[in-house]
């Protein structure tokens, strides 16, 4: 006989308490049966549709078959002689409630003791690389739905044993499991530590969007239109951060992964820039950044040239409209501007075989009709659509969003107070994303405050090895990556 830790009187007691909790015949995929191991009765409960029905028949016939002839104590039986490694056993009825609900099977022996096995199963498609994040050369594989998926998609590209996962429960209901992701001895620990005291400070009852709410949740996000982490269904990019010194928060259910702590520059980088030849990344990245700059001002100071010509030198005549129109040309911007977005809308929720045509449809027809019929000039178009091309180049979709908020910004500060409000509302765009530090990091390190070596290595794709320092936001607790 060993020492018991029964987490209930008996068998029958544990059954009631089940029926209490999950009320009788009301749930069709609650488990609950009476069965033996070897000679043993115990009380089998599952969540179906969870578990690999296939492993545990498999288990339970093999223990059906074959007779116990030693006089050992059924617990003795349970932890040492149950034919499968992940075994755990339960002295709280909460731990033993979640672990059953998320798919781990059920042993409950007549002295009331409560075993679990994990033969979890869970429902989801196999990796494949991300629809936002494609590349012309690297991985085709991507996250998943599936937190143990993704974890062994990142031990697989990092096999160090300092390498964590560190699970938790989050929220009350849900018990929605995350795990942060970290490599010890070179994150920062007090990084790790205001996560951890932020996750104990979190009160709700579910996350039913996963890594956006935990963003909310955690960095305190509010009206921000700006994107506190950054997300990645890449695992490659996941582990490259995670050797730079980052933390990753993953969230079951969710292809995303969420990474801090990271600035302004993290949302526009792309794995394509490392999967070329240095000058050539390095090309890639001055066109990406040409564009979100573009993408910011261009609509706003045609519309700043339009309104005030004077200002335009003579080699630069053909920069404004040669007519007005019937409509307000702010008004004709602005419909412009928002019927993209509706496009966009519209791509999203069409059936994919139909999007492609539905999307020319949208862009010819309807466009040269809204300039036939004198609804836009044809500058308007124009120059809404390059916006448009240079906003779809930036490649986190968080921040391109953002982009189109602050352009509509300048452009409505442009209309009412003319040159003054086009320069006003740059310096308040400024001062507004200088005044972000999530995670205490300025959002627009290394330029705010300036680091000259560090904005260098932003603005240049250095060769591998000469990049051989971890990002100073990090505070990694080794610089130097050899």
């Known amino acids: 006989m060993i020492e018991t830790k029964a987490l209930f009187p008996s068998m029958s007691v544990a059954e009631d308490f089940l029926k209490e909790k999950f009320g009788v015949n009301e749930s069709f995929d609650v488990g609950i049966m009476h069965t033996h191991l070897y000679e043993f009765p115990v009380l089998l409960v599952y969540i179906n549709g969870l578990v690999d029905g296939t492993v545990l028949t498999q288990l339970l016939t093999n223990m059906q078959q074959n007779k116990w002839h030693d006089e050992l104590d059924e617990n003795l039986v349970m932890e040492h002689y149950f034919p499968y490694h992940s075994i755990t056993q339960y002295d709280s009825t909460e731990k033993w409630l979640v672990a059953l609900l998320s798919g781990q099977v059920t042993f409950i022996l007549t002295n009331g003791s409560v075993y679990t096995i994990d033969v979890r199963s869970y429902a ?255 500058e308007v178009v124009l120059y809404t659509a390059i916006t448009a091309i240079f906003t779809f180049a930036i490649p986190s979709y968080e921040l391109s969003i953002a982009t189109k908020i602050f352009r509509t910004f300048i452009i409505l500060s442009t209309a009412l107070l003319g040159v003054n409000g086009f320069f006003i509302a740059l310096v308040c765009l400024v001062w507004y994303v200088c005044s972000l530090k999530p995670l205490n990091v300025p959002y627009l390190w290394p330029l705010v405050p300036f680091f000259p070596k560090a904005f260098l290595r932003i603005l240049i794709r250095y060769p591998m090895p000469v990049d051989s320092k971890r990002p100073f936001i990090t505070r990694a607790l080794v610089r130097k990556r050899s």
């Open 124 to 378: 989801g498609r196999s990796p494949e690389e991300p629809d936002n994040e494609k590349v012309v050369r690297g991985s085709r594989d991507g996250f998943t739905e599936n937190i143990i998926q993704n974890t062994s998609l990142i031990r697989r590209r990092i096999r160090d044993t300092d390498l964590r996962f560190e699970l938790h429960q989050v929220t009350t209901l849900s018990q929605t499991d995350m795990a942060i992701t970290y490599i010890k001895g070179i994150a920062n620990e007090d990084n790790l530590a205001q996560i951890r005291e932020r996750l104990k400070q979190i009160k709700h009852d579910g996350f039913t969007m996963t890594d956006k709410a935990l963003e909310e949740w955690i960095f305190k996000q509010g009206f921000h239109p700006l994107p506190f982490v950054r997300f990645t269904e890449r695992p490659d990019i996941a582990a490259a951060h995670l050797l730079e010194g980052h933390i990753l928060m993953i969230v079951d259910t969710s292809p995303s992964v969420i990474i801090v702590p990271t600035t302004l520059f993290h949302h526009l980088q792309h794995a394509e820039e490392y999967r070329e030849a240095p000058i050539i990344g390095t090309l890639v990245r001055w066109m990406r950044y040409g564009g979100v700059f573009l993408s910011l001002l261009l609509l706003p100071f045609w519309y700043l040239m339009s309104k005030h010509p004077e200002l335009l030198p003579k080699t630069l005549d053909f920069f404004g409209p040669k007519e007005f129109g019937e409509i307000p040309l702010l008004l004709q911007i602005i419909i412009a501007d928002v019927g993209i977005e509706f496009m966009r809308l519209a791509a999203i929720h069409t059936p994919t075989p139909l999007s492609t045509a539905m999307g020319i449809v949208a862009a010819l027809v309807i466009g040269q009709m809204a300039v036939d019929v004198g609804l836009f000039i044809p």
